[in-house]
């Protein structure tokens, strides 16, 4: 495919010239040479602006002309009218791709901002000349330390199998946010922007190859041909989850995102039933988007609906009762075994069935092992909420949770709500998730909630498929 | 009402004895002494053990019987049999209140809990001491610096208006966790427990009297006589806010509930109607219940549902539009004055409506002022979304918005999302938020719902009230 082989040098390139680097903060190029310099970046950056002598220590290039370098990619931050001269030198050079970040396309009311677009359009024609944007922030491919956007602090963010590409700017910053504050771990951060020739389709056959990313999470809004996108999640059906968000749903906000990316965003309802046809996981919450995300990251695929709820409070596991049944679970009745064996591990003041209410018995390592492991090994158990709320007497046990998890893989989805006031079990917590043991969440219905979208993914590959 | 009074010396005490008080980190009795003294609880504190001699600096008394105090309040931790003869002295003494944390009452399966339980009932019948208990954490006066539950870290909470009142332990921890994660500030918590002789209706009564408690939030599971509360409800309606989450409403939580409690839960429709007669606002997701009482205590009350989307990016524009238009808000069409005002402070790329894109306006903090004012003076507007995301070459903006929103108060609610990395922006919008000038939200879409609560509240207390 193209797509993966010119993509592939876009985000993993050896050299990055930043066409409107400056030194001065007012300026966005001065936040793009700071995103690639304290980002780490281990390849050769090129500031190029006509006045300066150096930026952040790089020595500077007068024009793109001037630049003896080879160059894979090039990041314009220039205002839109410069853009068609930087292109045609992009394309002499045959540069390897482009990160356009300047504003002021085809979303500005004015005519002239679509004319422009589709000047660019022709500079490049024929070159396979791949472009993030316009109207972008850029990119970040954390894996590789390349932070090639306006926004500096993405650096900071834990990497991670998680593929963020969004059509909004907005989006894209808060769910990167919100994903460092859940220690959800990031591979990539895209910015389609206006998508001048780089869109949604492409991005998924690149993702579908990169060893990097394992779960895919779009946020559009609206799309010129959404039947590609379509076919393209078809021809990858069940290789990696692809997470859709679709905006714009209501009336108001479709017409603010068909002026906002230029495009006809067209109502909710046509979009659902072609995302299904193409094994596309639609969810409409921002929470939501990122919690399914996480547990299809973390967890092993379920085999069926049936849910085990272990709590050490009894309130918690009536509230991921009420959850589970309300988003498709089952409440799974244990087979006689794994009833006896819990019973046995229990204090006589503990309820006896699912949700089981641990009572004590969680304060002691051995007893809270032996239950989680006979419900693991139940065979109408095929999920796992596993729900602790901190208690001063009892601050340990996450110590005792992470060495007993630490002795046995998850053959089941273990999701937690384990909460604890003032980051006590942060760390722990983290610990946990990234040896794989478990996935974490601050409610007792966020953990159900998850669990439930584990199956209902499952459950949208196991759907024949139609036509589109 | 004999609720106010003898609650408000059971919340409020002058001396606290401990019965059952530990210098061992292993009994509750220890947790309970340090969350007393750590607290910063500036009464006596008299722990009460027949074995040691100091703890934690305060002389010991060997046995209730031995104490020459005048005692407010006695909170209890020895072992279930021991606790009729402590009732005795109490009611020997007429004690100001009892907190009852000892477990292995009416939630055993043992019938030898239940006899108990009404065996205590008979010890204090007609003394008027009100138990908080048994089966529970105990209760947090946050604003007495009062901590008299087994859990310190409680003191560390935020102090505020929200009073959190829940027959679950574990709930009432976790939301206490969260409050303390959103820095939502919390006047009570309250462990109702198995409710011996002090349940929500009487609290309801109390709390509406307490001027430091401006929204009660209740979790429930199951009550005996649900009109009692109900008719509770009646009587202070519109007075302050009650929400309540009732839990157990599927069928599997419903039956763990019921063995939690000790008492029958019913299915949830048959309270749901019951609530609404009451002026009660059932929430039935915990981050909803959280996030509404935030914005009932810290917003104006909306005096319609017209709402203003004012957003730097457009995508949590279209975003937070979805969610209102779904949740019952009209985005506001803006009279012509806004129009014109709003126009001319935007640059030509923005787009011309409701949500207001406000693009590079929002770098302006005049501009942003004058979007503001014109929204907030429309009369077609009765609320308003503020919706940032942060961007390096703006990190300065929230002490802009700052300085803009001390000069004049909120005359409308103005919920935001003010989104940044790494915790950039959280004391600016922490003092936002302590001078009542907004409240926010980690994400647009709970921004949107929270806004819509407003709404619905208001519109809940204008139905006509029918029979109970």
Known sequence: ?????????????RSVAVVGASANPGKLGFHVMKSLVKGGYRGKIIPINPEAREIMGHPV?????????????????????????????????????????TAGFREIEDPAGGELHERLLDIIEGQGIPVIGPNTYG???????????????????????????????????????????????????????NRLNVDFPEVLEYLMEDGDSSVLIFYLEGLEDPRRLIEAGRRHRGRKPVLVYKAGKARVGNEASRSHTGTLAGRGEIYRGAFRQGGLFEIDDLTLLLDTARALALCPEPAGAGVAILTAQAGLGIVAADICEAEGLEVAAFTAATSETINGLLPPVAFRGNPVDMGPAWYDVPRLEGILKAAMEDEN?????????????????????????????QKKPLLCCLSAPQDLWDEEINRLEEAGAIVNYPTPERAARAAAQLWRYKSLLGRPIGPV
Chains 1, 2 share one sequence.
């Open 61 to 101: 290039c007068g024009s793109l002309s001037q630049c003896g370098e080879d160059l894979d990619l090039v990041v314009v931050v220039v205002p839109a009218a410069q853009v068609p001269g930087v292109f045609a030198e992009c394309a002499r050079r045959k540069t390897g791709g482009i990160a356009l970040i």
């Open 139 to 193: 990119f970040v491919n954390l894996r590789a330390d390349l932070n090639a956007s306006f926004t500096p602090e993405f650096s900071a963010l834990k990497k991670g199998s998680l593929a963020l590409v969004a059509q909004s700017g907005g989006i894209s910053h808060l769910l990167g946010f919100l994903a460092g504050e859940a220690k959800a771990g990031l591979s990539k951060i895209i910015g389609l922007g």
């Open 381 to 409: 158990v095929h999920l796992i909420l596993l729900l602790i709320v901190f208690a001063s007497a009892n601050a340990e046990v996450l110590a005792g949770l992470e060495g007993m998890l630490g002795r046995w893989r």
């Open 1 to 13: 495919m193209i797509g993966k082989t010119r993509l592939e040098r876009l985000f993993n390139p």
